[in-house]
């Protein structure tokens, strides 16, 4: 008796054991061509053949390529707030602490320097979940950590009293606007985010100024 032939799977619809490794392989991808050639080198084509499968994949696994960009987002928020949470210091100088939040912050950024531009587009200027959900995961946890430092300083009077909430925002944008002006400043200013001394020097330059505005 001839063995009967196996169905063929049908286009689009991977095997399971396939799945997280197709997956996967287009969020390293996107993030790749995102950090390389910018968000605007980032097609659903260009995604697809640097992470080897079908174009289809990307619609299949993330809906579209703004599903896709979003899931980039939240991957490398979810790491960054891991790195972030195992660095933050739970005790110390508040100085020695907030120190510490700038410079992660950087290293985060440093390492993703598109990130900025798709929180701006997909997270900012998206859609409703998309920001619900990014304050709930990546900023509540953030502002929490932040709040406590500046209050505990406060309290021992390491720090003058100022609004925790408001002094984040103000890091924050800094940080953000750092990369995301690259493009002017690096040829006006001659500040060059790619470069790791140029990183180091900011690092220290926005410390040194948050630190002066709000030390005792």
Do not use: W
């Amino acid at each position: 008796m001839t063995p009967r032939p196996r169905p063929l799977r049908r286009r689009g619809r991977p095997a399971a054991a396939q799945k997280g490794n197709q997956r996967d392989a287009l969020l390293r991808a996107a993030r790749a061509l995102c950090a390389a050639q910018g968000t605007h080198a980032a097609t659903v084509r260009a995604i697809a053949r640097r992470a080897g499968v079908d174009p289809g994949l990307v619609t299949y696994y993330f809906g579209s390529r703004d599903g896709l960009l979003r899931a980039v987002i939240e991957q490398a928020a979810r790491e960054g707030r891991a790195r972030f949470a195992a660095a933050a210091p739970v005790s110390g100088r508040a100085e020695d602490r907030l120190r510490a939040v700038v410079t992660q912050l950087l290293g985060v950024l440093r390492a993703e320097p598109y990130l900025p531009r798709l929180i701006v587009e997909r997270v900012i200027l998206g859609d409703a979940r998309a920001r619900a959900r990014y304050m709930r995961e990546v900023v509540a946890p953030v502002a929490a950590v932040f709040a406590t430092i500046v209050e505990e300083g406060t309290e021992r009077g390491e720090l003058r009293a100022v609004d925790a909430r408001f002094l984040l925002q103000a890091i924050v944008g800094t940080c953000l606007f750092f990369f995301l002006a690259a493009p002017v400043s690096s040829r006006a200013l001659g500040i060059d985010p790619r470069a790791d001394r140029v990183v180091d020097a900011f690092v220290a330059h926005t410390v040194d100024l948050v630190l002066r505005g709000v030390l005792r």
